[in-house]
């Protein structure tokens, strides 16, 4: 080989290598237009285009039109804007995109894209349609390719998809980033609600193994009131009777059971018959409880920030909020150390403030809770939490979601005092299943004929209890064989 060609060689390299380590830096609209051009090309390759939005053409122009309308929010900072601002930037630019290039679109589709890229930047992108369906009670999404319903108590799969995990995780960070949380590889995972008030809970990897994940507990189009729930059969008109007295009463109260037995949904209606006159203070990892009542402070707590600081956690908010002058605390779930100045606030001056817990039955709410005050990292005695949080807690309603899909109270439970180290229980109402009927749980809710101690106390405060509540005739039958309720009432149950 000559100089000559070993010096051509030396230069194509170079010239390679000065390629490689430069940064080109193109107009934006070269770009662009560019993309558009390579799209349209592409395009023009199929013969039709199916009217409906699931086709491929339709599909790859939605994609490429997305990946250039973030691009746009991006370069003009408008990405944070809020959603009425987004919604006109969103609409300007498929409209211009659509005027000035020939997108091989009919005018449903056009109209199709635009609304479809309205959910895509300000909404939940494919699980749109499962939001909007009143029967559906949970959205699952393992991944981009696998997404699961509940409806009616069964799970089942669905065509939705997300184009790739990339998709999912913009959706994901966008549902966080609206309750002021973050989602990245530093916190993968994240709890945070939508503005309808469904629960969400998201993880990234390293946590999920196998990609992001999603899950989304739904409550409803409206909140469910105690006339619904009653309606749904979760409890007889007495049960409600004495529950609204004992709120009214100033009853310390707590809901138990496992997960989505319908705790938050039941606490909620329970605190219907707080006086309007009282100043109520709510504490939530993320804020779901909707009262009717005008004089409401609701707060959250926060995780920490980029820098692990500014972590806000239940006792916290439970501490500061004794300082804000409250009439009734409500704590939406108690799951450490808070217990224990929830236990104090009842304790001192703090009567009908109402919690819920983790618990397979109310006495396991009882060991449940004297964990959670260890948990403080005070060092007590058994003996003395016991006696703190009989002294503490009147009643404890445990509900359950039965194997037929049906959430219903299976047992309201009295604290009657401790006999040696032992807090001791009595029931008030049961619920008694009877067996199935065409895969229906059937059974009635009676009473034990137990009159509760706390009916003294209640005609101390002006609350007159009838006492044909706590007859042991009372039995009426669950909703096991009726027909099913409307899907409005029904997808939260």
Avoid: C
């Avoid at 997960?259 to 209606?269: D, H």
């Amino acid at each position: 080989m000559n100089h000559t060609e070993d010096n051509n060689i030396r230069d194509k390299i170079s010239a390679r290598d000065l390629l490689t380590r430069s940064s080109l830096h193109l107009p934006s609209d070269r770009v662009r237009s560019e993309v558009r051009r390579q799209a349209s090309q592409s395009f023009s390759t199929q013969n039709t285009l199916p009217n409906k939005g699931g086709s491929a053409s339709f599909a790859s122009v939605k994609a490429v039109m997305h990946q250039q309308l973030l691009e746009d929010l991006d370069r003009r900072e408008r990405i944070t804007a809020n959603e009425d601002e987004l919604t006109g930037l969103v609409t300007d630019f498929v409209t211009d995109a659509l005027a000035t290039q020939d997108w091989p679109l009919n005018d449903s589709e056009r109209k199709q894209l635009v609304d479809d890229l309205i959910e895509e930047t300000i909404g939940v992108g494919p699980l749109a349609p499962l939001l909007a369906d009143p029967a559906v009670s949970d959205i699952l999404v393992n991944g981009p390719y696998k997404v699961f319903v509940e409806r009616y108590g069964r799970l089942e799969a669905t065509d939705i998809r997300f184009r790739d995990d990339e998709h999912l995780v913009r959706i994901i960070g966008r549902i966080a980033a609206r309750v002021g949380r973050r989602i990245d590889e530093s916190s993968p995972m994240v709890d945070a609600r939508l503005p309808d008030g469904s629960r969400v809970n998201a993880t990234l990897p390293p946590v999920t193994i196998d990609g992001p994940t999603l899950s989304i507990r739904r409550f409803g189009r409206r909140r469910l009131r105690s006339d619904d729930l009653m309606k749904l059969g979760m409890f007889t008109p007495n049960m409600r009777e004495f529950l609204r007295y004992a709120v009214r009463g100033r009853i310390n109260m707590i809901v138990s059971g496992g997960t989505g037995s319908g705790k938050s949904t039941f606490l909620g209606a329970m605190a219907e018959a707080i006086p309007d006159t009282e100043r109520i203070v709510t504490i939530e990892d993320a804020a779901e409880l909707q009262l009717d009542q005008g004089h409401v402070v609701r707060m959250e707590t926060r995780p920490p920030n980029i820098e692990g600081q500014g972590r806000i956690v239940a006792r916290d908010l439970v501490v500061n909020a004794l300082r804000m002058r409250p009439d009734r605390i409500i704590v939406g779930e108690v799951r450490a150390g808070e217990a224990l100045d929830m236990l104090q606030a009842m304790n001192t001056g703090h009567d009908g403030s109402l919690t819920t817990i983790h618990a397979n039955s109310p006495r396991d709410a009882m060991a449940r809770l004297e964990t959670m005050v260890l948990m403080a990292g005070i060092d007590l005695p058994s003996r003395a939490i016991r006696e703190q949080a009989v002294s503490a807690i009147d009643i404890i309603v445990q509900v359950k979601r039965y194997e037929d899909g049906v959430r219903r109270v299976q047992s309201i439970t009295e604290l009657v005092g401790m006999e040696g180290d032992t807090p001791q229980l009595q029931e008030i109402f049961r619920f008694v299943s009877k067996g199935k009927v065409n895969r229906k749980i059937t059974g009635e809710f009676v009473a034990t004929g137990v009159v509760p101690h706390i009916v003294e106390r209640l005609r101390e405060n002006d609350v007159d209890v009838p006492m044909h509540l706590f007859q042991t005739t009372t039995a009426t039958p669950s909703r096991g064989d009726e027909e099913r309720p409307s899907a409005d009432r029904e997808h939260s149950w």
